[in-house]
Structures are given as C-alpha cells and as structure tokens.
C-alpha cells in the first residue's frame, strides 16, 4: 500500500466519524425539540417533570394577608433612571407590623385622592406591581411618569403624575394587600424574563427572588427600551449579572441615542422579538414570563406558540390582558342562548338591553348605553367595577388577577352567557 493510498483510507476513516458524530448529534436535538414541545424533556440533574414543574409557589402562611385598605408610609423616595421619569417608593406599614410574603410577579392595589383641579378630589383605584423580591419590613413600586400624548389632547395619567409630584416621604397611602396570578413558578426550569418599558417592574421582583432564593437556576432577562435613558436600575442589573454566572442581561434598544453603542451601552439594535430569542436561546424548556406594551406582547406570545413552545409555558400580564390574543381561541363554556336571545338587564337604572357581541365587556356595553359605571385598571386587576349578578351567568375571556366575590363579576372583563340581571 502506497503512502497515497493510506492517507487516503485515513482521511475516508475521518470523514466516515464526523458524518456519524453529526447525524447522531442531529438526532438527539431532533428528539429534544419534540420533546420540547410536548413539554416533556427533564432536566440534567434527572428529576422527573411532574416533580420539577411543581406548580406555582404557596402562599406562605406565617403572616396572614389583611381585608381592605392599609395605611402606609412612604419611607424611601428614589428616581431610578437618567431621564428621572422612573421611581421608586418604599412602603411601611404604619402599624409597624410584619408584612405577609407574596408572590414575585403581583401587584398592590392603591386608593388615590386625586385632584380635580378645582380644589375637589375624586377617588380612584389603580394597581402598580411590585418590583422587588418579598421583604418582611417593606414594599416596593416603581411608577412610570405617563405624560399627555403627544397630538392629541388627552390628559396625561393621572395616578402616575400624583404619585410623582404629591406623594413624598412621609405620606400615607392605603394599599391594598398584594394580589394577582401572574407570578414565577419554583420550579428549577430555566426561565426567560422579557419586560417591555415600564414592563420591568414585576421581572424585577421575580429576577431579586430567583437569583436569592434560587441562585443555580438559569435566568435570562431581556429589556426592552428606546434607549439608555429609559433603562430603570440599570446599575443594580449590571451588579447581578457580574455576580450571577447564570444570569444573563440582554438590553435591547430601539432607538439608541448617537452616543449610546451597542456592545458598550447595550446588548441589541431594536426591540425584543422572536427572531432574536431563537438566535440566542438554547434550545431548553424555559418558562418565558412577559410583561410590557400590547403590540410586544401580541407579537411575542403568538410568534413563541408558532415557535412551539407549549402554551402552559407561555405567561404574561399586558396593559389590558384581554387584548391579547393567542393562536388557539379560548373555549367559552357551552350556552343553550344565541348571542340575539341574551338580555342584559342593569337593576338600578332598570334598563332592559339586547346584548351585543360587537360592544366588547359588559362596562363597554354599560358605557355605551349611557350607563356611568365605577371603573379602575379596566383590566380585571384592581376590582372597581365589581358588580352583584341577580341572576344569570357571565363568562371570562381569562381568569382576572382580581378575585371577585361570589355572586359578582368583574365586568371589564366578561361577557354574559345568558340573558342576565346586574345590580349596575
């Protein structure tokens, strides 16, 4: 056998186990993706699935939530980004006594005395997420200054621009004790935390949990903002990420400013989506946990479902949840009544109406028939437009955050099942 002839056998030897060593490793990535999206795959450390995917966290039981509104005071005051739009508000109880735990991810509920400009007050009730990881001394928001909109002459948010400019240190707010269901799992599944804007606040409650209560599980955070300015906490972000091998921050600017680079001052040119999430993910059974604008939120929960992530994966809390839509319509219960035979009767006002589908909720009916209804966050989540149901049924697109009492419903959020009468 000549030299030729062997380099030859041997360079054929070589070609024979790279094709094998490629087509084995294409098939073990062909069954993790199926088991992917069967929600099926297990982790390294071989611990079944139904034992790691144990559900959502329990409420703890030492300290019991409260009824009602609590009185709170504001200890701490803090601006938390360059464009001073962002802050922060530390809350202690004024009783002095131990706060309940809650669920990184929930909301406080407030009772505002908001000004009317004429030296009057009216009452509203806004909801505001929690953005820091359960203490048992304080409470944390951090509240967004929304301005008038530009070309049009709308007002600019009220209950934003009264925490900024009228509420300080020292004064008392009542506060309604945390709920909501969105809120991270603890589970050991890595997860992926993706806020939008403003959106940040509860993944940053959920990220201060994880990485103390969890520190070896995977975490990626992408944020997504026009530019550096907007970016709230951004040195507290770049300290987890320095001290955290396992976290991984990913800044996402949109329109950067032209001193601002990417690669120094950010991590990506343009906004969070799809694309960018399967060039950098690996491919593992994350939880992804999104909150921010609706147009991101469309875009992102619909394209991971396309992507084949099981929709049980998928969680998110949005500006006004009902807006969102997702590839597979939700199944409303089954009703003998055809949308043209349903009556919607409002007791106090003694309206007898034929409902109409195209309306929206049942508040949007009301208001277009003339009918002034208490509302807040429009959204399920603060509980102004709880109303007593006299008789019928209702029907929710999705579970609101806030848990009406028996025998009421929210009605920003539902849609009557049958002809039904409503103490409104």
């Not at 030897?13 to 199926?34: C, M």
């Not at 997702?326 to 949308?339: G, I």
Request: aromatic fraction near 8%; glycine fraction near 8%.
């Amino acid at each position: 056998m000549t030299s030729l002839s062997l380099l030859l056998w041997i360079t054929l030897g070589i070609a024979l186990q790279l094709a094998l060593w490629l087509g084995v490793s294409f098939w073990r990535h062909w069954l993790e993706y199926q088991a992917l999206r069967s929600g099926l795959i297990a982790p390294e450390s071989g611990v079944p699935p139904l034992a790691r995917l144990s559900g959502p966290l329990s409420e703890p039981a030492t300290v019991p939530a409260w009824s009602g509104f609590r009185p709170f005071r504001v200890a701490r005051k803090v601006v938390e980004d360059d464009a001073r739009s962002i802050c922060s508000f530390y809350l202690v109880p004024e009783d002095g006594q131990a706060l309940p735990d809650f669920l990184p991810g929930q909301f406080l509920t407030f009772k505002l005395d908001v000004s009317l400009g004429n030296g009057a007050t009216e009452q509203i009730l806004r909801c505001y997420s929690l953005s820091d990881a359960p203490r048992p001394d304080y409470y944390r928001v951090s509240i967004k200054r929304v301005p008038a909109p530009a070309g049009c002459d709308l007002p600019p948010g009220r209950s934003s621009n009264h925490f900024h400019d009228l509420v300080a240190v020292g004064s008392t707010l009542q506060v309604r004790a945390p709920g909501g269901h969105f809120h991270i799992d603890r589970s050991d599944a890595p997860v992926v935390l993706i806020g939008g804007g403003i959106g940040i606040t509860p993944m940053l409650s959920m990220l201060n949990w994880c990485l103390n209560e969890q520190p070896g599980r995977e975490v990626w955070l992408y944020y997504g903002v026009r530019h550096g300015g907007e970016m709230a906490m951004r040195p507290h972000l770049d300290a987890l990420a320095a001290a955290h091998s396992n976290f991984h921050l990913r800044i996402c600017c949109s329109d950067p400013q032209p001193e601002e680079s990417e690669g120094r001052d950010f991590h990506h040119r343009g906004r969070v989506d799809l694309p960018l999430l399967r060039m950098q993910l690996p491919l593992k059974p994350y939880e992804f946990y999104i909150c921010g604008p609706t147009p991101m939120m469309e875009s992102l929960v619909m394209g991971l479902e396309e992507w084949g992530v099981p929709e049980r994966r998928i969680h998110f809390e949005a500006f006004g949840p009902a807006s969102i839509k997702r590839r597979r319509a939700v199944e409303l219960p089954p009703s003998d009544a055809t949308a043209s035979d349903i009556l919607v009767t409002f007791a106090k006002s003694g309206k007898q109406l034929p409902w109409q589908p195209t309306a929206g909720s049942l508040l949007e009916f009301a208001e277009a028939n003339g009918l002034a209804v208490d509302s807040g966050c429009r959204a399920g989540g603060c509980g102004t437009c709880q109303t007593t149901i006299k008789s019928g049924e209702v029907a929710y697109i999705q579970p609101p955050d806030y848990d009406p009492e028996p025998g009421s419903c929210l009605l920003c959020v539902c849609t009557p099942r049958t002809s039904v009468t409503l103490e409104a």
